[in-house]
């Protein structure tokens, strides 16, 4: 079965300074994994995702996601936070033999200035 | 942002009666998807569609139906809505499973009260 895990509800940082937001997942197969934001009365954004290949992946907004297969993790990181990068974020993993997306719980992120 | 409308974007209405919610999408694309939103608990799958009039069960699909008699319309029905129902909703679409690769898109959601 598959699996995502989102240890952290919240997760503060000051601005300026680098943010991770932790996925770990479990799938049978190759895994898909998408990182995606949600800002109040919104849907979710695309952020980006893993598929095959470079192992730091980067998407919108100067996110990037580091897919490490031992530890079965995909985490989101920026360099330097904004305020503006305060939303919710999801993790979700597809494997490479299934139509359905399985989502984390979410991490709601919180930039201070 | 990819061509999803939901609607309504609010309802607010009382246990026992029913209600149906429509996703309607510009995109062509094949799948189409209802989740619910829930603190604590992510997004749950609810039903899904891979084509017209084919429709399959998620994880939390009792109590809840779905038709998809055209490629751009998706519709979910609570036949007899409860407070449990209570919840955000959201429509997604994503193109074929070939391309399973690609990311779903998503509406910008229901809220649904139901008192």
């Known amino acids: 079965a598959q699996s995502v895990a989102q240890p952290e509800d919240q997760v503060n940082v000051a601005e300026g300074n680098p943010l991770t937001v932790k996925c770990t997942y479990s799938?049978?197969?190759?895994?898909?994994l998408f990182w995606y934001v949600q800002y109040p009365n919104r849907g979710l954004q695309f952020l980006l995702k893993y598929i095959t290949g470079d192992n730091l992946v980067k998407g919108s907004y100067g996110f990037e996601a580091e897919f490490n297969k031992s530890q079965t993790s995909f985490h989101l990181k920026k360099p330097s936070a904004l305020v503006s990068d305060s939303a919710l974020y999801f993790c979700a993993v597809r494997s490479s033999n299934t139509d359905k997306l399985i989502f984390g719980t979410g991490t709601r992120l919180q930039v201070f200035p | 942002d990819a061509g999803i409308t939901q609607s309504p974007r609010h309802k607010v209405t009382e246990t026992g009666t029913p209600v149906t919610l429509r996703c309607h999408q510009t995109?062509?694309?094949?799948?189409m998807y209802w989740y619910r939103q829930d603190p604590g608990h992510g997004l749950r799958l609810i039903h899904y569609?891979?084509?017209?009039?084919?429709?399959d069960k998620g994880e939390v699909s009792d109590g809840y139906s779905v038709s998809r008699s055209k490629t751009e319309d998706f519709l979910l029905t609570l036949e007899s809505a409860t407070s449990s129902q209570t919840s955000v909703y959201f429509c997604?679409?994503?193109?074929?499973?070939?391309?399973?690769?690609?990311?779903?898109?998503f509406g910008d959601g229901t809220r649904l009260s139901i008192l």
């Open positions: 799938v049978s197969g190759n895994p898909y």
């Open positions: 569609s891979y084509g017209v009039k084919d429709t």
């Open positions: 997604a679409i994503s193109e074929s499973r070939q391309n399973s690769n690609q990311p779903q898109h």
């Open positions: 995109e062509n694309h094949r799948y």
